[in-house]
């Protein structure tokens, strides 16, 4: 072996050993390859939780169950862009988005419900939302009497198919058309219902995702059929709807919105 021959082999090694190294480096810190754009990308993840134990696929990819404690899994690892991922579970509800990754991000959906499609835990949850219809918080009906300037004692209050605020004695309109609300168990949102639209407003700031502002107003869906009562399920993240049936929607749209019938 001539001396050259040996310089250009500890050369080439040098040079494959520096980019493995900076490529072991990349992956350390989060970084992936990506083959189609032909550069590094820093990867993002998805993290989900549900209220029962589920089957987490990755498009139609299964990946693994949600962990034994807290009933949760974390994707990593993945390239910014679009992702279909899906929690399913026998005889249960199955939930679902189509979810944009980006560049070190994480996408936390930790509020994830799915519920029984049949059987006796199915009838438990029935009973469980016919009471929330029957007996709901706060119900709009009758219409509080206002006091003489027009106004109400009570902080929310319908009149005459308007949706109104007492702050500080003062009345704020908040919603033009309304036949109910309901105020969150946290005292955080509240809901609203016309006879087709669901919307929610935010009074206060949120803390996890989808981050609202106090203040913020959204129409999280319509139905066809009349809506006659509704209220708060399980928490604050999800509303039930006596419409043709009772369905529970959650109220985080990102990548879709999950509406169980039951």
Request: glycine content about 8%; hydrophobic content about 35%.
């Amino acid at each position: 072996m001539t001396k050259t021959t040996k310089q250009w082999i500890f050369y080439s090694a040098v040079v494959v050993f520096a980019i493995l190294s900076y490529t072991i480096v990349l992956y350390a810190q989060g970084y992936k390859y990506s083959f189609s754009e032909g550069k590094f990308f820093r990867t993002g993840a998805i993290f989900v939780k549900a209220n029962e134990d589920a089957n987490v696929y990755l498009g139609d990819k299964f990946l693994n169950t949600t962990s034994f404690f807290g009933n949760s899994y974390t994707i990593s690892g993945l390239l910014p862009g679009q992702y279909t991922v899906r929690l399913q579970r026998d005889n249960f509800s199955s939930w679902h988005k189509k979810i944009t990754v980006e560049e070190g991000l994480v996408n936390d959906y930790s509020r994830i419900i799915i519920l029984p499609q049949s059987g006796e835990d199915k009838e438990k949850v029935k009973t469980e939302i016919k009471t929330l219809l029957i007996l709901p918080k706060k119900s709009p009906q009758p219409t509080p009497t206002p006091p003489p300037t027009g106004g109400s004692k009570e902080p929310f209050y319908i009149k005459n198919g308007v949706l109104f605020r007492n702050v500080d004695g003062t009345s704020e309109k908040l919603a033009p058309l309304a036949t109910g609300f309901s105020l969150s168990s946290d005292n955080r949102k509240i809901s609203w219902w016309n006879d087709s639209e669901i919307w929610i407003m935010w009074l206060s700031d949120t803390d996890y995702q989808p981050f609202h502002k106090a203040g913020d107003k959204d129409l999280i869906t319509r139905f066809s059929i009349k809506i006659k009562n509704a209220n708060w399920f399980r928490g604050s993240d999800h509303v039930v709807v006596d419409s043709n049936g009772y369905k529970v929607v959650e109220i985080d749209k990102r990548g879709g919105l999950n509406i169980i019938e039951i």
